[in-house]
């Protein structure tokens, strides 16, 4: 039992940097001197912002972690700042949301009526299902490509600019278009990848 009395076992710091070198192939240090430069970069040199925004992204890993829900990533160190880009984002609209939001139109759910509540906009099972699927195909055709193209494909996806990418890679900006270019002709008409 924890020392807070739910019930539930805490993995120790030990199991927790272990799972962690396992799924990222790079020891806690090591990624905490990515995760801390590019949060610095990301609140342009305050040191003290920065190792805020570092806890918070490490705070997310751990819990991914705890969960099991962290996953294989083969390019570690771009996903690392893509995580610290993430959060910084977060936090930035968190903070402007709050400051565009007149404390007088918050109302508690409790006070609307029946007509006022807000709508669910979930999708339905078999949407969840099927989008799951299709990404789970898209990962497998990703996976095929040349290792040129799949690495510029993998930032893409992680949100990258061709800016970032072409820096990250170490490649002119139009090679990393180009590689993008190449890799969507090669996905498209990929079968299962065209029934959605």
Request: hydrophobic residues 40%; proline residues 4%.
């Amino acid at each position: 039992m924890d020392d807070h009395g739910s019930g539930k076992e805490r993995p120790d710091p030990d199991h927790l940097a272990l799972r962690f070198k396992e799924v990222f192939g790079l020891s806690v240090s090591e990624a905490s001197a990515i995760v801390y430069r590019e949060a610095l970069r990301q609140r342009r040199g305050n040191t003290d912002d920065a190792q805020d925004l570092a806890q918070a992204v490490w705070e997310r890993i751990v819990g991914q972690l705890r969960l099991n829900e962290a996953t294989q990533v083969h390019l570690v160190t771009a996903w690392l700042r893509q995580a610290v880009r993430s959060v910084a984002i977060d936090e930035y609209r968190r903070t402007n949301a709050q400051k565009r939001t007149p404390v007088g139109l918050v109302r508690s759910l409790d006070d609307m009526t029946e007509a006022e509540e807000p709508q669910m906009v979930a999708p339905g099972p078999d949407e969840v299902v099927a989008r799951r699927d299709l990404i789970a195909r898209l990962r497998r055709a990703v996976d095929e490509l040349p290792a040129d193209q799949r690495a510029v494909v993998m930032l893409v996806m992680n949100g990258f600019t061709f800016a970032e990418i072409a820096d990250e890679l170490s490649l002119p900006i139009g090679t990393a278009k180009t590689r993008f270019r190449s890799a969507v002709k090669n996905l498209r008409g990929l079968e299962g990848l065209d029934e959605h």
